[in-house]
């Protein structure tokens, strides 16, 4: 029954690790996409003044 206890903590501790990995990657996905955003509407505002 120890055994399996240890096991499951085992298993229980990697799960948390693996989450922890993606709330980082997730993290980094929104700074990504705002910056990608704001980029779009700065060059978005370079090509308009160039058409008008």
Do not use: C, F, H
Request: proline share 0%; hydrophobic share 35%.
């Amino acid at each position: 029954m120890e055994d399996i206890l240890k096991q499951i903590l085992s298993e229980l501790k990697e799960i948390k690790a693996d989450v922890g990995e993606l709330k980082t990657g997730q993290a980094r996905l929104e700074v990504g996409q705002q910056n990608l955003q704001q980029n779009l509407i700065e060059s978005l505002g370079t090509y308009t003044e160039k058409i008008t």
